[in-house]
């Protein structure tokens, strides 16, 4: 499946943002959709993820609370709302899709879409 990922951009911290990742060319069944993220000089990392067709979302302990992930079946898209932004979201956000959520959070053998970048301003 060809991801495209978009919504990055620049904002204050306590701000929000959306991110959103179509899908072209299929639907996202059966996969698990997910967002994983890479701050410079820093291993990636992984967000969020959702499975396509029971909507079951996972939070990292790190954006819990403040991010949510679903999915929206009739635009193809999984769409990542960031809220109460902090300086340490900043990254390059990649949303990917894998066999189950498990690959999601290892980022083992996923689809990727290109990187947007989030940055966050104290």
């Known amino acids: 499946v060809q991801l495209q990922a978009s919504g990055g951009g620049l904002v204050q911290a306590g701000g929000s943002l959306r991110l959103s990742c179509a899908a072209s060319?299929?639907?996202?069944?059966?996969?698990?959709v997910g967002w994983l993220r890479q701050a410079p000089g820093k291993e990636r990392e992984f967000v969020s993820v959702i499975t396509w067709n029971g909507g079951v979302p996972y939070y990292a302990d790190s954006v819990k609370g403040r991010f949510t992930i679903s999915r929206d079946k009739a635009k193809n898209t999984v769409n990542l709302q960031m809220n109460s932004l902090k300086p340490e979201d900043t990254a390059v956000y990649y949303c990917a899709a894998g066999s189950g959520t498990e690959a999601v959070r290892n980022g083992n053998g996923l689809s990727w879409g290109q990187g947007t970048q989030v940055t966050v301003s104290s």
């Open positions: 060319g299929r639907t996202f069944s059966p996969y698990a």
